[in-house]
């Protein structure tokens, strides 16, 4: 491996101990030049500072002949042709174009990371011919990366995610190797709690997604902590303007909301219809049986308002309920981008006043 400055008038080699293999290809940032990527017969290497170093790139990229190297512009990926491997694609090289010397030597640097932006939540039912080719999206997550100096061993080592006002959303657990860590950050709540039922409520299987905008990362490593912010960009590709996008995710929050209130009120009504059936069970007089009775029905029919108590068929349940009536708003909302209806509006305006 030789590099020349004068147009190849001379030229030195780049070869160091690191590497221990021939090599096959090598490839400059065209971001950074003094990042660059060296295909070898076992593997693949990386120098950040212009081949004085070379250090062999282990994360899951094994000890294969790399023929090959392109730099993807728009993605910031690194493909590597191989031989008996096919295709490695490292997803975004950003935090190797940003890892300097002085954030080598902080025991946490963080490094930044190809923007984040939605994607669209819009399903697709089709039925492809033999000769297509599949392939699995990349998955809607956030992501933050950093450095450590050090392996962490001892102590605390946590992330946790705030919104812009500062309230707390989630806990998330950290990598501590040293070197560049990545850790995934969900950008989806968990599924609303939602009443009792025999029935699954596939319509409320999922947890709506964080709101577009900026929010406060923060990392506790021992008795230290490191602060940064992430930030959740739109879709590129949707059309709808702001407000609508904003009315649809507090509508949609808003029969988030409702299905948990519903689910606390409905276990609310369930313990007291089991505490009134252990009072039937233990009656002593026909008047104390009655008054029972009529407590375990009155519980039973609240109950049966709330949500499906008959199973249904095929996943689909017999019986409409409140619980029914209010999923399928929510899914709906999740689906689609845009503003609410008129008419699901009124419908939550509806179904709130029957949750009391």
Same mark, same amino acid.
């Given at each position: 491996?030789?590099?020349? /400055?004068?147009?190849?008038?001379?030229?030195?080699?780049?070869?160091?101990?690191?590497?221990?293999?021939?090599?096959?290809?090598?490839?400059?940032?065209?971001?950074?030049?003094?990042?660059?990527?060296?295909?070898?017969?076992?593997?693949?290497?990386?120098?950040?500072?212009?081949?004085?170093?070379?250090?062999?790139?282990?994360?899951?990229?094994?000890?294969?002949?790399?023929?090959?190297?392109?730099?993807?512009?728009?993605?910031?990926? /690194?493909?590597?042709?191989?031989?008996?491997?096919?295709?490695?694609?490292?997803?975004?090289?950003?935090?190797?174009?940003? /890892?300097?010397?002085?954030?080598?030597?902080?025991?946490?640097?963080?490094?930044?990371?190809?923007?984040?932006?939605?994607?669209?939540?819009?399903?697709?039912?089709?039925?492809?011919?033999?000769?297509?080719?599949?392939?699995?999206?990349?998955?809607?997550?956030?992501?933050?990366?950093?450095?450590?100096?050090?392996?962490?061993?001892?102590?605390?080592?946590?992330?946790?995610?705030?919104?812009?006002?500062?309230?707390?959303?989630?806990?998330?657990?950290?990598?501590?190797?040293?070197?560049?860590?990545?850790?995934?950050?969900?950008?989806?709540?968990?599924?609303?709690?939602?009443?009792?039922?025999?029935?699954?409520?596939?319509?409320?299987?999922?947890?709506?997604?964080?709101?577009?905008?900026?929010?406060?990362?923060?990392?506790?490593?021992?008795?230290?902590?490191?602060?940064?912010?992430?930030?959740?960009?739109?879709?590129?590709?949707?059309?709808?303007?702001?407000?609508?996008?904003?009315?649809?995710?507090?509508?949609?929050?808003?029969?988030?909301?409702?299905?948990?209130?519903?689910?606390?009120?409905?276990?609310?009504?369930?313990?007291?219809?089991?505490?009134?059936?252990?009072?039937?069970?233990?009656?002593?007089?026909?008047?104390?049986?009655?008054?029972?009775?009529?407590?375990?029905?009155?519980?039973?029919?609240?109950?049966?308002?709330?949500?499906?108590?008959?199973?249904?068929?095929?996943?689909?349940?017999?019986?409409?309920?409140?619980?029914?009536?209010?999923?399928?708003?929510?899914?709906?909302?999740?689906?689609?981008?845009?503003?609410?209806?008129?008419?699901?509006?009124?419908? /939550?305006?509806?179904?709130?006043?029957?949750?009391?």
């Amino acid at each position: 491996v030789f590099h020349t /400055l004068d147009y190849g008038q001379s030229w030195n080699s780049l070869v160091t101990e690191d590497l221990d293999a021939y090599c096959h290809t090598i490839k400059q940032d065209p971001v950074n030049a003094d990042l660059l990527f060296l295909g070898t017969e076992f593997g693949l290497f990386i120098s950040l500072d212009h081949g004085k170093q070379w250090k062999r790139f282990m994360n899951n990229v094994p000890k294969v002949g790399v023929f090959e190297i392109v730099i993807q512009a728009s993605q910031h990926d /690194l493909v590597l042709g191989t031989h008996g491997r096919g295709i490695i694609i490292i997803d975004d090289i950003t935090p190797l174009r940003n /890892l300097t010397p002085e954030k080598m030597t902080q025991n946490l640097a963080f490094l930044p990371l190809r923007p984040f932006h939605f994607i669209s939540q819009t399903g697709l039912q089709d039925f492809g011919g033999d000769q297509e080719f599949v392939g699995p999206n990349y998955p809607n997550v956030a992501r933050i990366a950093y450095h450590l100096k050090k392996r962490h061993v001892f102590g605390d080592l946590y992330m946790e995610l705030f919104d812009a006002e500062g309230n707390f959303i989630k806990k998330l657990q950290t990598g501590g190797r040293k070197g560049i860590n990545v850790v995934t950050v969900p950008i989806n709540l968990d599924p609303p709690k939602v009443p009792k039922s025999p029935n699954i409520l596939g319509e409320a299987a999922f947890g709506p997604s964080l709101e577009e905008g900026s929010y406060k990362i923060k990392i506790t490593k021992g008795k230290e902590t490191y602060e940064t912010e992430l930030v959740l960009n739109e879709n590129q590709k949707l059309t709808h303007t702001k407000a609508e996008r904003k009315l649809r995710y507090e509508t949609m929050m808003r029969a988030y909301k409702m299905l948990e209130n519903l689910a606390e009120l409905d276990t609310e009504i369930l313990d007291k219809q089991a505490t009134a059936q252990t009072e039937l069970e233990g009656a002593k007089s026909k008047r104390a049986k009655t008054k029972a009775q009529e407590e375990v029905a009155k519980y039973a029919a609240m109950h049966e308002s709330i949500s499906a108590t008959q199973p249904g068929e095929g996943g689909i349940p017999g019986q409409i309920r409140l619980r029914e009536k209010i999923a399928e708003i929510y899914s709906a909302l999740g689906g689609y981008q845009g503003a609410p209806t008129n008419l699901q509006v009124k419908a /939550l305006d509806l179904y709130s006043g029957e949750i009391t």
